[in-house]
């Protein structure tokens, strides 16, 4: 069940989307989407009597076998090792999940017009993504699967946090998130084989080079790939709204197919300088206060602002006046 499969670990809000569709725009390679919502909560492919099931049979054994809520991605503590019986569910459920995911926004089309056979879609190799706290679950899977492979996508720390803080999430909880997650994604890439970590920003500034790195560390052969997929997204633009690019029309999570050399002018290489504009002082300190020393082992560099409090605007405006002899 399942030889050799690929499992992409990165952020939300880190552009592992991206990443996802050009790895499954190989004919090789089908994708079941994040790991987290194969057992919980509801994925495009789950009716309510689904996700009901999901938390009984999948989710709550693994809970109940680990003591702890195991394949949440908001969970960033240490993953203990499983036992025989949950590592057999694990995967089974991998297994069932990628012979089922003949879906338009998964494994519908294996190029333009092609649509696999449940037979092709059996014989391909599994891609899951592995979001926050789930990354820290690798040496698990690594046991399960021996021969999986392992992409680490990396992103600059205050772009991440500028897409949670846009959604309401705590800057110094997001901070403490993105240092435990990329601190695991370093320690894996120094130890393990098959691991290979990837910066966002190169990713976009020069995709196609990325992406024939990253596919000969993963074994496939890209002679048959002619044209890669991505999904619709929205985008942050030059004032700040987030909403689908141009008059791409259709809707978000559309596949898309384009010829593998027109992949740059289909990426912004600019999105992380508009997205960290974005962000309030505040939001920026209070993120570097905890994952400043992972941006900086990350090799990212960013600018720390600290931000000017009420309390300390008033005593500069009292001192001002008591030194100047007209404020009387």
Same mark, same amino acid.
């Given at each position: 069940?399942?030889?050799?499969? @690929?499992?992409?670990?990165?952020?939300? $809000?880190?552009?592992?989307? @991206?990443? *996802?569709?050009?790895?499954?725009? =190989?004919?090789?390679?089908?994708?079941?989407?994040? #790991?987290?919502?194969?057992?919980?909560?509801?994925? &495009?492919?789950?009716?309510?009597?689904?996700?009901?099931?999901?938390?009984?049979?999948?989710?709550?054994?693994?809970?109940?076998?680990?003591?702890?809520?195991?394949?949440?991605?908001?969970? @960033?503590?240490?993953?203990?090792? &499983?036992?025989?019986? #949950?590592?057999?569910?694990?995967? $089974?459920?991998?297994?069932?999940?990628?012979?089922?995911?003949?879906?338009?926004?998964?494994?519908?089309?294996?190029?333009?017009?092609?649509?696999?056979?449940?037979?092709?879609?059996?014989?391909?190799?599994?891609?899951?993504?592995?979001?926050?706290?789930?990354?820290?679950?690798?040496?698990? /899977?690594?046991? &399960?699967?021996?021969?999986? =492979?392992?992409?680490?996508?990396?992103?600059?720390?205050?772009?991440?946090?500028?897409?949670?803080?846009?959604?309401?999430?705590?800057?110094?909880?997001?901070?403490?998130?993105?240092? $435990?997650?990329?601190?695991? *994604? @370093?320690?894996?890439?120094?130890? *393990?084989?098959?691991?290979?970590?990837?910066?966002?920003?190169? /990713? *976009?500034?020069?995709?196609?080079?990325? /992406?024939?790195?990253?596919?000969?560390?993963?074994?496939?052969?890209? #002679?048959?790939?002619?044209?890669?997929?991505?999904?619709?997204?929205?985008?942050?633009?030059?004032?700040?709204?987030?909403? /689908?690019?141009?008059?791409?029309?259709?809707?978000?999570?559309?596949?898309?197919?384009?010829?593998?050399?027109?992949?740059?002018?289909?990426?912004?290489?600019?999105?992380?300088?508009?997205?960290?504009?974005?962000?309030?002082?505040?939001?920026?300190?209070?993120?570097?206060?905890?994952?400043?020393?992972?941006?900086?082992?990350?090799?990212?560099?960013?600018?720390? =602002?600290?931000?000017?409090?009420?309390?300390?605007?008033?005593?500069?405006?009292?001192?001002?006046?008591?030194?100047?002899?007209?404020?009387?």
């Amino acid at each position: 069940m399942n030889d050799g499969p @690929i499992f992409v670990s990165g952020f939300s $809000r880190g552009g592992t989307t @991206i990443l *996802m569709n050009l790895i499954a725009s =190989h004919p090789d390679v089908c994708t079941v989407g994040e #790991t987290h919502q194969l057992f919980k909560g509801s994925n &495009i492919l789950d009716s309510p009597f689904q996700i009901a099931r999901k938390a009984v049979f999948r989710d709550l054994p693994v809970i109940l076998a680990t003591g702890q809520d195991f394949l949440s991605p908001r969970n @960033i503590s240490d993953r203990p090792a &499983i036992r025989d019986w #949950t590592r057999n569910l694990v995967r $089974r459920v991998f297994a069932q999940s990628k012979s089922g995911s003949l879906h338009e926004h998964l494994n519908r089309f294996k190029a333009p017009g092609e649509v696999y056979e449940q037979s092709e879609i059996d014989a391909a190799r599994m891609l899951a993504k592995n979001l926050d706290g789930t990354v820290l679950i690798t040496d698990v /899977l690594r046991e &399960i699967y021996p021969n999986c =492979h392992f992409v680490g996508l990396t992103r600059h720390g205050l772009a991440v946090c500028e897409g949670h803080a846009r959604r309401g999430r705590d800057a110094t909880q997001v901070g403490k998130l993105y240092s $435990r997650v990329a601190g695991k *994604m @370093i320690e894996d890439s120094q130890t *393990m084989d098959n691991y290979q970590l990837v910066r966002f920003e190169d /990713l *976009m500034a020069n995709p196609v080079e990325e /992406l024939q790195k990253i596919f000969a560390g993963l074994n496939l052969n890209t #002679t048959r790939l002619e044209q890669v997929r991505l999904q619709q997204r929205k985008i942050v633009t030059t004032n700040g709204d987030h909403r /689908l690019p141009g008059d791409s029309g259709g809707s978000e999570w559309d596949v898309r197919w384009l010829p593998v050399d027109e992949l740059p002018s289909h990426l912004d290489p600019n999105v992380n300088e508009r997205q960290i504009s974005q962000l309030s002082d505040k939001n920026r300190a209070d993120f570097l206060q905890q994952a400043a020393s992972t941006m900086t082992a990350l090799r990212y560099e960013y600018e720390q =602002h600290t931000p000017v409090s009420a309390e300390s605007v008033k005593s500069s405006n009292s001192r001002s006046r008591s030194q100047d002899p007209q404020a009387a």
